[in-house]
């Protein structure tokens, strides 16, 4: 049994089963072309080695937290691009996590296993769909791109995992606030209430307050251990959507959930963020939440 130190990069496509629903051999042949134009030509400009790909998801590793994170970066851009030639309902996005850590070499048919090829797969679960998280570990090691720059996205207890993580987000630097201003915030609860397809009523809140102090926004979905706005029903997953501020303005984007996300009876394309006021009806899967403010 071999042990190595190793920059693993784990990645799975959001909205895969819906995709999958729609238009199955199309979606095959999309995700089989992005494998081969965008995935393996990225990992092999990083000196990396693509160990595996099962379904939509692909794990590879890296000599280096540096060469993980460049073609991780790397695979996004070439992505964009990728998607340019698609529609949006066609368009593949990734969330993408990377660690550095130790990992277990298979001889037969090196697959590699371990702690950090488990930490890696859970911190691709909180990427933002076609963005990048990495570890505090990988953030320490690396410094970025001038037109990329790390965003702080607070400590994780992560599924199966002891210890907290703290992740980052790698985004575009002009996307990132220059500096952090104070403003008023209105003494505002947002509160979102409404049953579910079977009559059973859900209900969480959030201040004002709370939001504007979260850069990031704030996940909804029916893990507790992801989410800090959870709606436990079978039909939401376990990130599904985000509420975030742009601005004054409340709205609210699609992660790439299975069964969707609906304001007003239109569903959201994953990723693109939509306007929410008092009285708009928010549709999780099957819960239907009306937004109050008090």
């Not at 400009?45 to 937290?65: I, Y």
């Not at 679960?125 to 996205?153: N, Q, W």
């Not at 209105?186 to 049953?195: A, K, S, T, V």
């Not at 969707?260 to 569903?267: C, L, Q, R, W």
């Amino acid at each position: 049994m071999q042990r190595r130190l190793a920059a693993i990069v784990h990645a799975d496509l959001a909205g895969f089963t819906r995709m999958m629903e729609g238009a199955e051999t199309r979606t095959f042949r999309h995700l089989k072309s992005a494998q081969i134009e965008v995935w393996r030509p990225a990992i092999d400009a990083g000196r990396g080695r693509l160990v595996g790909t099962a379904g939509d998801a692909m794990l590879a590793e890296f000599g280096s937290a540096v060469s993980a994170v460049a073609a991780a970066i790397d695979i996004q851009e070439r992505m964009a691009r990728f998607n340019e030639a698609l529609s949006e309902e066609q368009r593949m996005l990734f969330r993408v996590g990377v660690h550095l850590g130790e990992v277990i070499i298979d001889d037969e048919d090196q697959n590699i296993f371990g702690d950090g090829v488990n930490l890696a797969a859970r911190i691709q679960t909180l990427a933002e769909p076609g963005g990048i998280a990495v570890s505090r570990a990988v953030r320490d090691l690396v410094e970025l791109r001038t037109e990329y720059a790390f965003h702080d996205g607070g400590e994780h207890q992560l599924k199966n995992v002891s210890r907290s993580v703290q992740v980052f987000h790698v985004r575009p630097a002009k996307l990132m606030a220059p500096g952090t201003t104070t403003r008023m915030v209105p003494q505002i609860i947002l509160r979102f209430e409404g049953p579910d397809s079977a009559g059973r009523k859900h209900t969480f809140e959030v201040s004002m307050e709370k939001l504007v102090g979260q850069s990031q926004g704030m996940c909804i979905g029916r893990a507790a251990d992801q989410c800090e706005l959870v709606v436990p029903h079978p039909t939401v997953s376990r990130r599904h959507a985000r509420l975030s501020l742009s601005g004054e303005a409340l709205q609210v984007e699609d992660l790439g959930s299975t069964n969707g996300t609906a304001v007003n009876g239109t569903v959201l394309k994953a990723g693109a963020p939509t306007a929410l006021q008092a009285g708009s009806k928010l549709r999780l899967g099957d819960v239907e939440l009306v937004v109050h403010h008090t």
